[in-house]
């Protein structure tokens, strides 16, 4: 999506003003929806002419002729419906058009806008809400303009197309359509004000049952096999009542909303034929039979467009609600700002902090506390230290998911606070301890976005990351697909493949997080013979519990509750006998 799309995109969603939102969002696409608003014009003039051509047709039977003018009117009947049919399309295909390309556009703004939020944000967010926002919330908008704009405009049409001609036809009875207006806003005031509540309280627990069940897919080995399923479908149980329970009284609320519109609509639809005819029969104004039919019909028309609107307010609710919480997303400060600073075109791997200190809120203390660390490009730096010591955080420092409260980050001697860090990002491998896999090819997998690869590149990092044999071991080779998130390999081949990833991409940095900590011996073996060849020349940063994993490390920090207590290659810390040392021989014993 163009970033010029985006940025309207964003400023036309405000969570404060839903209706000023939908304006600007069809706004964006006002040549096709002006164009629509004529077709649709041209398609609907039988449902305002009709009456009239009827009221004119009873006054020729009642006339007794002639028969000309009967067949004209007949004649302009038939040329009024049959010009609907290609018109109508035309409608459809500029307004759904609009209100399609809408969709799309929103979940585009959504999608990139969450890729501009920080880690921060993603890591209080809960994915399932998320998914919501992107799917049902944008369904429920398009839901609204789909179903909202028809009614609305053929309302519309039938009260200018009821005043004119009333206007030509019985001009003193144009007093009588004015009581229709203000009931109808009246009795949308009353709505208005009881429905937003239960509309939020419904999208809420929708949004909380969503997380439950993503929770429980997530756990669904754990709950197997501790023989938990009782408790898990009790927890989905729980959420399943919650939607039941807020869905019911909003339907409760609608209903009686729905009736109370349609008996008040109707009971003075039927008030407007009785003044009409009693008028005439009285003959306090010069109105025919025909002119009786005629005042009928409109209001009639007008009563039931108002009834068919007023019954369109739950939509209109949730659809309006639905924005609000597209609003949540497009509208969250807590972003990643690289807009406009300079790329990074180059990497040679120098990494230092100066002072470095990262706080996750303001009067707790700070994850990273005043550390500062020179790496030199090419060196392998290992970082431990018990579970909170801020090894992850300061991964995620260099990576430039967080920036820091205090002090700075440099790369290759400038400051990464005034570089696009996507741009650096791009000469960075990543192994995290449980590889990402999405449902694909290994091939797929292996090259992510990098575009066209040539096959002898994939074989080689494939070779070099122990790789190989898992491809050949497959029915497909490296077509095939590895199931949601590698379901389809074991720990241990996924690690490889995602080795294989890194390689491919031939990185400056590399970051391992815990990259062998969940294998069995076999496996790591594999792991840590193919991450040899990963490291190799590379600015390499690794996170490691296991201290057997990290001996060859140039240098070894040890950190706690935030800051650096000791340096060192491993033969060195083990020889000062410190905080290092204490770890070795709780974990040689």
Same mark, same amino acid.
């Given at each position: 999506m163009h970033g010029q799309a985006l940025s309207q995109i964003e400023h036309s969603i405000d969570g404060r003003r839903p209706g000023r939102s939908v304006m600007r969002l069809l706004g964006m696409h006002r040549r096709r929806v002006a164009a629509s608003v004529f077709f649709f014009a041209l398609k609907d003039t039988p449902l305002w002419l009709m009456p009239a051509v009827t009221a004119e047709i009873i006054d020729v039977v009642v006339a007794g002729g002639p028969l000309r003018e009967l067949a004209l009117w007949a004649g302009i009947a038939i040329i009024a419906l049959l010009q609907n049919y290609p018109n109508h399309v035309m409608y459809t295909k500029l307004f759904m058009g609009?209100?399609?390309?809408?969709?799309?556009? !929103?979940?585009?703004?959504l999608a990139a806008r969450l890729q501009a939020l920080s880690i921060g944000f993603h890591t209080r967010s809960n994915s399932a809400i998320v998914q919501t926002k992107v799917v049902r919330d944008v369904e429920n908008i398009e839901v609204m303009l789909q179903q909202t704009a028809h009614p609305l405009l053929s309302a519309t049409m039938v009260l200018l197309g009821a005043i004119v001609m009333t206007a030509i036809n019985v001009p003193q009875f144009l007093p009588v359509y004015a009581l229709a207006i203000p009931l109808a806003v009246l009795l949308r005031a009353i709505l208005n004000r009881r429905s937003r509540a239960r509309n939020e309280r419904f999208r809420l627990e929708v949004e909380q049952f969503s997380a439950r069940v993503g929770e429980m897919a997530t756990l669904l080995p754990i709950t197997r096999a501790h023989g938990l399923e009782h408790v898990a479908v009790d927890r989905v149980a729980i959420g399943a009542e919650g939607v039941r329970s807020a869905g019911l009284r909003l339907d409760l609320l609608n209903g009686r909303f729905a009736s109370l519109s349609w008996v008040t609509l109707q009971l003075l639809g039927v008030g407007c034929l009785v003044l009409a005819a009693w008028i005439s029969i009285a003959g306090w104004l010069p109105i025919t039979a025909g002119q009786v039919v005629l005042l009928s019909s409109y209001f009639a028309l007008l009563t039931s467009a108002a009834t068919g609107l007023l019954m369109l307010l739950p939509i209109i609710a949730r659809g309006t609600e639905s924005i609000r919480s597209i609003a949540e997303v497009l509208q969250e400060p807590d972003l990643e700002f690289n807009e406009g600073k300079p790329v990074v075109e180059h990497v040679v791997g120098g990494i230092r902090l100066e002072e470095a200190e990262v706080r996750y809120e303001f009067g707790e203390p700070p994850a990273l506390d005043g550390v500062d660390l020179d790496i030199r490009p090419g060196e392998t730096v290992a970082f431990v230290g018990s579970s909170g010591s801020g090894k992850s +955080? !300061? %991964?995620?420092?260099?990576?430039?998911?967080?920036?820091?409260?205090?002090? *700075?980050? !440099?790369?290759?001697?400038?400051? +990464?606070?005034g570089l696009d860090l996507r741009t650096f990002r791009r000469f960075v491998s990543v192994v995290p301890q449980e590889s990402v896999l999405f449902e694909g090819t290994i091939r797929d997998n292996i090259v992510y976005g990098l575009g066209e690869v040539s096959d002898e590149?994939? %074989?080689?990092?494939?070779?070099?990351?122990?790789?190989?044999?898992i491809v050949e071991a497959q029915p497909d080779g490296w077509d095939t697909v590895v199931g949601e998130r590698g379901a389809r390999l074991s720990g241990g081949q996924r690690q490889r493949l995602s080795i294989a990833r890194a390689l491919v991409r031939d990185p400056r940095v590399l970051l391992l997080d815990e990259a062998t900590s969940a294998l069995d011996p076999a496996s790591e073996a594999k792991v840590r013979d193919a991450l040899g060849r990963l490291m190799r020349g590379r600015t390499t940063l690794v996170?490691?519990?296991?201290?057997? +994993?990290? *001996?060859?490390?140039?240098?070894i920090v040890v950190l706690e509750r935030g800051r650096v207590v000791e340096v060192g290659s491993h033969d060195e810390l083990v020889a000062r006998g410190g905080r290092y040392a204490e770890l070795h021989r709780v974990q040689s014993a």
């Open positions: 609009a209100v399609r390309d809408i969709g799309r556009d !929103l979940r585009n703004a +955080t !300061l %991964l995620n420092l260099v990576l430039g998911f967080l920036r820091p409260t205090r002090g *700075r980050v !440099l790369l290759d001697g400038v400051d +990464t606070e590149r994939v %074989l080689a990092a494939l070779r070099d990351a122990n790789a190989l044999e996170v490691a519990h296991r201290l057997s +994993t990290i *001996r060859s490390a140039d240098r």
